[in-house]
């Protein structure tokens, strides 16, 4: 093994003094700093980046908790915006009621409020919180005010089911806005919506012409007639048992919707 001797050990020594010494002149008129810092900006990144492996996952404990606020507090608007949602729907299908009330002086109303659905979803129905204590029998119609949405089938103190137009159970006396009469069934379960069956196979319905409850079928005697259901979309199918047309009708409810219904306690008769 080569050993160093002691005039290059004396060598190296003064060489080391000199480098020194020239550094810290250097330091002290600020000539390295431009070098420094970009040593600094090199390291920092890698030095945190260790000390961040070396203090583990507690270290950015702040930084999440922070994250959990800001997300707890995104889920409370995001929650305040749906209730305003509902409450502006609600109020606007109450003053659509009023406006009903104005247009139909001899049709006593009964505003109801939906609190709850069919929870198996197997049905179209919904529950209000009016019963007979408030006038409500079994087959009175239920509107959105505007539109048809149903008939009263089950009835309680205060409570009533509403078993909506388009559920499969459901029928009502209908015609066209250009004349023919019929019955409009809910075809849900199957698939569609409403249905305006038994059409005089004569007539030639329009694209988009409108369907309106009808007097003359005693299952509905309840409903008031020219409550607009919906309109007429589709090709017409022909009955041949019959020997009628069947016409596919798009309802105007928004069944999906519904927050404030209004009982036809009442017809205009």
């Known amino acids: 093994m080569n050993t160093l001797t002691l005039r290059q050990t004396f060598a190296l020594v003064a060489l080391f003094v000199v480098t ?7 330091d002290n008129r600020a000539a390295l700093t431009p070098l420094k810092t970009a040593l600094y900006d090199i390291v920092d990144p890698i030095t945190r980046g260790f000390a961040r492996v070396a203090q583990g996952p507690g270290n950015d404990s702040a ?14 608007l995001y929650a305040e915006t749906i209730r305003m949602k509902d409450t502006v729907s609600e109020v606007e299908q109450l003053r659509a ?5 104005e247009e139909h002086p001899d049709w006593t109303q009964l505003p109801a409020r ?11 129905t919904i529950v209000i919180d009016k019963g007979t204590a408030d006038g409500v029998q079994i087959g009175m119609a239920v509107v959105d005010p505007n539109y048809y949405v149903g008939q009263i089938t089950a009835v309680e103190e205060h409570s009533a089911r509403v078993t909506l137009g388009i559920d499969k159970t459901a029928s009502v006396g209908a015609r066209l806005e250009s004349g023919g009469d ?13 249905e305006l069956r038994h059409v005089d196979r004569d007539l030639t319905p329009k694209e988009g012409e409108y369907v309106v409850t009808a007097d003359g079928d005693t299952q509905t005697s309840r ?3 020219d409550i607009p ?7 017409p199918k022909r009955d041949i048992q019959s020997d009628t047309l069947v016409l596919e009708v ?3 409810t928004n069944f999906e919707d519904l927050k404030v219904v209004t009982v036809i306690l009442a017809d205009a008769s």
């Open 63 to 76: 930084l999440e908790e922070r994250l959990a606020l800001v997300e707890a507090e995104r889920d409370h």
């Open 97 to 101: 009621q009023l406006k009903v009330q």
């Open 223 to 225: 409903v008031p007639p």
């Open 182 to 194: 019929g019955v409009a069934y809910g075809v849900w379960q199957d698939g569609g919506r409403m």
């Open 229 to 235: 259901i919906g309109r007429i979309t589709g090709e």
């Open 114 to 124: 939906v609190v709850n659905p069919d929870p198996t979803n197997q049905q179209k």
């Open 250 to 252: 798009l309802p105007y």
């Open 20 to 26: 020194s010494a020239t550094f810290i002149s250097l």
